[in-house]
């Protein structure tokens, strides 16, 4: 339609532009990949392409996991279902084709896409952070508030990408001027600021390999190897910290403070008896939640004290009274009309708001992250529901998913019927999960397993590994770290899942198996 200059020139932005709105917006993510594919049709030359593609064997590798999904259609029943499941994997059928069958990149090409994917990543980590400082339009009541535009583990993942291709860039002398070099070192950590502000574990566990890895990587190759010294000193410190701060929240959970905290009295104050429930071992800060509570004072003095009702939910959605009860007994308090009159102000917005602890109040610090694990550990530990508790309730999630496997070993489910599977096995398998919860493996290896069988599981992962094994170009430091973050992120994450997680994969994968060589820090 345009000249062939024209459309690589709107190949080019298209990709910049899909870079960029990865982290940022869905929609513009969407809307770009088609524009790119309409560039793509309108400039012709398709015997050329096809051509191109067919001589690049690690495209028609990375098309096959697409055409897997396709296949197995043939063991589905649920096509409404499967038309679904393949909107989402759609990228991965778009960028082999549209890209893999395109010229080449050039190294600048390629920086200036990275550029543009580190902006994004830079943008969203400024807009968490204005959500942090209360200046965005959003009530923060959990760390994963902060992903203002995608989910937090897909943030998390994203800005890994983005912080060790800063890094990278950062050294780079062919990257540009000097003051650009710093400013991608001062982005690179920004994010890893953010990142840990974020919470995510699956994201935090991968920056800390990632920082060890890359900093025995440059000590190996004997440049920059003060800075390699640094990192992999720092991912030390970094690990050591983290199993001392998860030690120090289950020490904090199941030693109380004041042993007379867990003393039974009869009476309140005022002369009204306490209820005990001791069966229920449920602690806050080392102090049992159920005895000594008096909910006729309860419910008279917080009414008196709030507008939310006693007997209806926090901002949350949780029972306030639960809530209420276990702050007071983090404060080591009896559950009394004394206990809330002793409240502060900014007690009562935390407890109105759905903080079950004082920490809780401060979204994004590790000390809360940790108390909050060390209590979900606890909870599953003494057989509590673990509904709603990210990490804990992933174990009902991966029993599931067995179960599943189980009865469909060597052909899966099929594409379609992933859906209808989980809630027949959930309901087969009595779970406690209430029907909310009651979601996917929550790792691609089990979404692979399930839907494929286990043979499939072992073709898809072949799939996803073969194109990079036989790249010549298999040993470049962002290509590793991309391909480290897809395999670790997929025990924790279904990465598949998500139009984002899939776009992810599929086009940075394809744009490295196509970029011309460089030179590598």
């Known amino acids: 339609m345009f000249r062939r200059s024209v459309h690589q020139a709107i190949h080019l932005t298209c990709l910049a532009m899909a870079a960029f709105s990865m982290p940022v917006s869905v929609w513009l993510l969407s809307a770009v990949s088609i524009t790119g594919a309409i560039n793509w049709l309108l400039e012709g030359e398709l015997r050329a392409k096809m051509r191109n593609f067919f001589n690049r064997p690690a495209m028609i590798l990375l098309i096959s996991l697409f055409a897997m999904y396709l296949l197995w259609l043939l063991n589905t029943s649920d096509f409404r279902g499967a038309i679904h499941e393949l909107k989402i994997k759609l990228p991965l059928f778009f960028f082999p084709l549209v890209i893999g069958s395109s010229l080449r990149l050039t190294s600048s090409q390629m920086r200036l896409v990275l550029l543009s994917f580190i902006t994004g990543c830079i943008t969203a980590t400024g807009a968490g952070y204005l959500a942090l400082a209360g200046l965005w339009p959003v009530e923060v009541n959990d760390s994963r508030d902060l ?14 990408f983005g912080i060790f291709s800063a890094f990278r860039m950062s050294l780079d002398t062919n990257t540009g001027s000097k003051a650009l070099r710093i400013a991608l070192a ?7 600021l953010f990142l840990f502000r974020l919470l995510s574990v699956t994201g935090v566990i991968i920056f800390i390999v990632l920082l060890g890895g890359t900093g025995s990587y440059l000590m190996l190759k004997r440049k920059h190897r003060i800075i390699g010294l640094l990192m992999a000193a720092t991912a030390a410190a970094a690990g050591t910290a983290a199993v001392i701060i998860m030690t ?12 007379e905290a867990n003393v039974i009295h009869q009476e309140t104050l005022e002369g009204n008896h306490y209820t005990h429930y001791p069966e229920e071992n449920l602690v806050e800060n080392g102090n049992l939640v159920w005895i000594n509570v008096c ?26 009274r639960v809530t209420l009860i276990r702050y007071i007994s983090y404060l080591g ?3 009394d009309s004394a206990a809330v009159s002793n409240l502060s102000q900014q007690d009562i917005v935390n407890i109105e708001r759905g903080f079950a602890n004082p920490l809780y109040a401060h979204p994004g610090t590790l000390v809360a992250k940790a108390y909050e694990l060390a209590w979900e550990a606890d909870r599953a530990l003494k057989g ?18 067995f179960g599943i496997i189980r009865k469909n070993p060597w052909t899966g489910t099929g594409t379609g019927d992933v859906r209808k599977a989980y809630i027949e096995e959930y309901n087969a398998n009595n779970t406690p999960l209430t029907e909310g919860y009651r979601m996917r493996s929550h790792n691609q290896y089990l979404a692979f397993a399930v839907t494929f069988g286990i043979p499939g599981l072992v073709v898809a992962i072949s799939l996803m590994l073969v194109p990079w094994i036989i790249s010549p170009d298999r ?47």
């Not at 992903?147 to 890994?160: D, G, K, T, W, Y």
């Not at 909910?295 to 306030?320: H, M, Q, V």
């Not at 509590?384 to 998913?401: I, K, M």
């Open 295 to 320: 909910e006729e004072e309860l419910r008279r003095e917080w009414n008196r004290r709030s507008t939310l009702s006693y007997d209806t939910l926090d901002k949350a959605g949780n029972e306030l």
């Open 147 to 160: 992903a203002l535009f995608v989910q937090s583990i897909r943030l998390s993942i994203l800005l890994n």
């Open 333 to 335: 308090n009896t559950k």
């Open 475 to 521: 040993r470049h430091y962002l290509f590793v770290v991309f391909i480290s973050i897809i395999f670790m992120s997929m025990f924790n994450d279904d990465v598949f899942s998500s139009f984002t997680g899939t776009t992810f994969f599929s086009y940075f994968y394809t744009l490295f198996l196509i970029v011309e060589d460089e030179n590598d820090v």
């Open 384 to 401: 509590a529901n673990p509904s709603g508790h990210s990490v804990t309730q992933r174990l009902e999630f991966y029993r599931t998913a």
């Open 248 to 259: 120090s929240a289950w020490a904090k959970l199941h030693n109380p403070e004041n042993q």
């Open 186 to 192: 001062t982005g690179a950590m920004a994010m890893a």
